[in-house]
């Protein structure tokens, strides 16, 4: 018995048992992605061939309460029809994603417009909501590409220093504002 390799013994015993432990874990994690990517794609597809099933699903959709218009910042052609409403928090990861696709569809079509309402919960979202805010009412075309810098640039967003955003730079208004849309 003093010729064995115990040593040897017992990490083909550990690699036996952890080796299809940890295979499993990982293929687990990638089988979820490809299963949630299916079903994701099967109803993309289910709206994109029937546009019965996207005015059906449009139609439950809530109707805004009282008072949005009057709330957040609008991009777009003011004289659109249709508006896309997203209520988000400035350094919401989904959010920035959704506002590049909403961007692209508003610049390709005169028939939509965004209005972008802030949810912040923190001194550090209020203030850039409010600087976009302050921008909004001064020149939507430096607007347009802060936000498009903002939310395209995620190393831009977790860098920023926002204590560079003056605190009486923005009036009264604006913080009655932030305070109607929390």
């Known amino acids: 018995i003093s010729g064995i390799n115990w040593e040897g013994i017992m990490y083909t015993i550990i690699i036996t048992f952890l080796l299809p432990v940890l295979l499993w874990i990982k293929l687990n994690k990638l089988l979820k992605k490809v299963l949630e990517r299916n079903l994701y794609y099967f109803s993309f597809r289910r709206i994109q061939k029937n546009p019965q099933v ?18 957040g910042i609008e991009i777009g052609n003011p004289k659109a029809k249709n508006v896309f409403i997203t209520v988000c928090n400035p350094y919401c990861v989904p959010c920035a994603s959704a506002h590049t696709i909403l961007e692209e569809i508003i610049a390709k079509n005169d028939n939509f417009r965004l209005k972008i309402i802030f ?18 009412q001064n020149n939507n075309a430096i607007l347009k590409q802060t936000l498009d810098d903002w ?24 913080d009655d504002h932030m305070n109607q849309m929390n």
């Open 54 to 71: 996207f005015e059906a699903l449009l139609k439950q959709q809530e109707i805004a309460p009282e008072g949005w218009e009057e709330l």
């Open 119 to 136: 949810n912040c919960l923190d001194e550090k979202s209020s203030k850039v909501a409010k600087h976009f805010i302050e921008l909004s």
């Open 151 to 174: 939310y395209t640039n995620s190393l831009k967003r977790s860098n920023i220093n926002i204590t560079n955003f003056n605190k009486d730079f923005f009036s009264k208004n604006i």
